[in-house]
């Protein structure tokens, strides 16, 4: 969320997702302007994904989503024992 990244650095912090399901994905985002794709000279053609304004904008949203989850992960945790 605080810097572009290109498709093989997503690739690399998202290991459970599939290469095909992180294109569609990012497909997604972009068709609804949370993400801009830039595309970089040289050769081989490298991608930059950064997010838009809007992008930004779900931030604190998507962190109090991830801490809700962590913190509810934990629970289950201890309810197991």
Do not use: C, W
Request: aromatic share 4%.
């Amino acid at each position: 969320m605080h810097a572009p990244h290109s498709f093989g650095t997503l690739r690399e912090r998202l290991p459970a997702i599939s290469p095909k399901v992180l294109a569609d994905r990012l497909h997604t985002l972009r068709e609804r302007g949370l993400i801009a794709q830039e595309r970089l000279p040289g050769f081989p053609t490298r991608t930059r994904y950064t997010l838009t304004p809007s992008g930004r904008a779900l931030r604190p949203l998507l962190v109090e989503l991830y801490r809700t989850g962590e913190h509810l992960s934990h629970l289950a945790g201890l309810n197991q024992d």
